[in-house]
């Protein structure tokens, strides 16, 4: 696949660097290339990043960084299976247990929500740092949802993270699945605090909490450039008003007088 002239392969982490330097100096050139257009592309192209991934991953199987990204990029292609084999991988290899909460996901994805909550209380868990922790807490409230049970999800999203007035990269999000969820059990007016406590932690706009909110409140977005484009159209001014029309009308008026003295001339 193709690959833009100013990407080098510098722009990745330094310690996936370090990783492939124990490939041959070209090989890595050209697997830290792919690696970086996997990361550009996830978010905007994850077709086109799973592609990239795939190159990186036929050049460099054995290197723990490439079985990751080849995850995460079948991962936003909903292709669970894949992402899950690959996740496994690369936790074999570094025994890194980062991608417990990730790999828990996706057995969501592979419609097993009894293995996600398995893995949710599996001692992994004990040693994942807080952001780790809080997507576990995550993962399992929807995993209480995939089986229809609304009440203990929510009761899973209880937590200090939840209730903490700091705003931590994970606040918005938590805050997000515990409004969600309430709203799922009918509790409307909870629900519409928790969106609003949300949007407070949303900076990023990393949900779509605002939209949720207004919906709540019954507030209805109108098309401003729709409502332009039809005032546009109201405005035009019918063919037979325009100046050129009226002009053209007094020609054709000269013309039938002029031809009307000359009969009379001929007369």
């Known amino acids: 696949m193709p690959i833009p002239e100013d990407v080098t392969g510098e722009e990745i982490d ?3 660097r370090q990783e492939l330097q124990s490939l041959p100096k070209t090989l890595a050139e050209d697997v830290a290339r792919n690696l970086v257009m996997v990361a550009r592309l996830l978010d905007e192209d994850p077709e086109g990043a799973y592609g990239y991934s795939r190159v990186a991953l036929r050049l460099a199987s054995r290197v723990a960084a490439v079985r990751e990204a080849a995850g995460f990029a079948a991962y936003a292609n909903q292709k669970y299976g894949e992402a899950l084999a690959e996740f496994r991988a690369a936790k074999r290899m570094t025994g ?8 828990a996901d996706c057995e969501r994805g592979l419609e097993r929500p009894e293995k996600a909550l398995d893995m949710a209380g599996a001692p ?3 040693k994942l740092d807080k952001a780790g922790q809080v997507e576990m807490r995550l993962v399992a409230a929807g995993a209480r949802r995939d ?3 609304l009440d203990a999800a929510i009761v899973t ?3 200090p993270e939840l209730a903490a007035n700091s705003v931590q990269p994970w606040t918005a999000r938590l805050r997000y699945a515990y409004a969600d969820a309430l709203l799922a059990a009918g509790r409307e007016s909870e629900a519409r605090e928790w969106f609003a406590k949300a949007v407070e932690a949303d900076r990023d706009g990393s949900t779509d909490a605002s939209d949720r909110l207004a919906e709540l409140d019954g507030v209805e977005f109108v098309d401003a450039m729709a409502g332009d484009a039809d ?6 001014v019918p063919a037979s008003d325009t100046p050129e029309a009226d002009e053209a009308e007094a020609e054709a008026e ?3 007088e002029a031809q ?3 009969e009379n001339d001929k007369d």
């Open 157 to 159: 999203l209880q937590s």
């Open 96 to 103: 890194n247990i980062d991608l417990w909460p990730v790999m």
């Open 14 to 16: 330094k310690d996936v």
């Open 254 to 256: 000269s013309e039938v």
């Open 260 to 262: 009307g003295e000359g």
């Open 124 to 126: 992994e868990v004990h």
């Open 147 to 149: 089986l229809g049970q």
């Open 231 to 236: 005032e546009g159209e109201n405005d035009q």
